[in-house]
């Protein structure tokens, strides 16, 4: 069967930090329009979708099937990315089901949907790695690509593997934001000797559109992505190449972590609307120790060879994509990265998590 690219596709997760350049990539060239679903049409993320070209905002929820069926309807293609520091595991889990069974119904011919690596079952489900907002999505993610072996002649279906972005690391309230500590841009994180697959929020817009370009090659398909596996040691020797300013990585036990700058997070629900008395319920603590146990282990990686024959601009490194991020900051009137860091600056513009910048509140 051939499969012709989507006009018009419906988005869920448009006012996440990935949703913002994946949309921003969907419709540059007018090719695509975009239906972006936002529980708050007003907000300031939904505004900036709107500025970004043929973006329309439906107000509503995810979970709710009316909303749902209201999005996919006059729309040939989907890309859902739930958001399960919302949501909780298990939530996640279930509305990320119905978004693809009722897409398949309303019509939908080319489903993406955005994931995370199954960490639990890459580790060999040992539960040192379990890590709930990876895993939620990764079994969805598989179970998505099990379906599509009956369904691919009726909805072609993609899954969009990604990680940590790289814009974490130099971002304030996230699980790897830097400190300045006597002159010294600092990382304290529990890595050991690992690396972390981190991604660059503009390649990602990049991959999507890609996905949405090649339907025929993209069904069935799992593309992981990530710049390289990052060594925290090259991320500091690479911060200071490009700045010219001391930076370090301090390996540092869980512990000691978790009395750090999220030790007021540890104990609540990874997921903000998860039931705290659910005994399924990840906290924040459990959740992210997992997380970091699974880039200290070296669980997951990828195939660069693969990614370089879709993206062949893509950046390739830590030390790439720092100088973007320096210039790019420069050219915004933001400063350099070295100021960008500054206590003084870290907090100064929007939030890139949304979770953060909804202060972990918000219906489902």
């Not at 006012?15 to 679903?37: C, F, H, M, S, W």
């Not at 070296?298 to 024959?309: F, H, K, N, W």
Request: proline share 5%; with cysteine.
């Amino acid at each position: 069967m051939t499969i012709r690219s989507p006009s018009r596709i419906f988005v869920v997760g448009g006012t996440g930090a990935q949703g913002l350049p994946v949309i921003g990539a969907l419709v540059a060239d007018g090719k695509y329009a975009v239906r972006a679903l936002s529980r708050d049409a007003t907000s300031r993320r939904a505004k900036a979708l709107l500025a970004l070209g043929p973006v329309e905002i439906v107000e509503g929820s995810f979970a709710d099937e009316d909303t749902l069926r209201r999005g996919f309807r006059g729309c040939d293609g989907a890309y859902i990315n739930i958001d399960g520091f919302n949501t909780g595991e298990k939530t996640e889990m279930y509305w990320a089901i119905r978004s693809y069974e009722i897409a398949i119904e309303e019509g939908i011919k080319l489903f993406v949907y955005g994931n995370l690596d199954y960490a639990l079952k890459k580790a060999g489900y040992d539960s040192r790695f379990r890590t709930g907002h990876y895993d939620g999505k990764g079994r969805i993610g598989e179970w998505i690509l099990f379906q599509n072996q009956a369904n691919r002649d009726r909805m072609a279906a993609a899954v969009f593997t990604t990680g940590p972005y790289m814009e974490m690391a130099i971002s304030a309230m996230t699980p790897m934001s830097p400190t300045v500590e006597d002159g010294v841009v600092t990382w304290r994180v529990p890595l050991g000797n690992g690396t972390v697959p981190h991604v660059a929020l503009a390649d990602c817009g990049y991959y999507a559109r890609w996905l949405f370009d090649h339907p025929e090659r993209a069904n069935g398909l799992d593309l992981e992505v990530a710049i390289e596996q990052v060594d925290y040691h090259k991320l500091a020797a690479a911060f200071e190449a490009v700045t010219g300013h001391p930076a370090r990585y301090i390996d540092t036990e869980l512990d000691a972590y978790w009395h750090g700058p999220l030790k007021n997070s540890a104990d609540l629900p990874a997921g903000y609307n998860a039931d705290p008395d659910d005994k399924s319920t990840m906290s924040f603590r459990d959740n992210f120790t997992g997380f970091w146990t699974l880039w200290k282990h070296g669980i997951v990686q990828r195939d660069y060879t693969l990614l370089d024959e879709i993206h062949p601009n893509r950046i390739r490194s830590v030390e790439e994509w720092l100088r973007r991020e320096d210039q790019a900051g420069r050219d915004l009137g933001q400063g350099s990265l070295w100021d960008r860091v500054q206590p003084e600056n870290l907090f100064k513009h929007p939030p890139l998590l949304k979770l953060v910048e909804d202060r972990r509140k918000g219906r489902l």
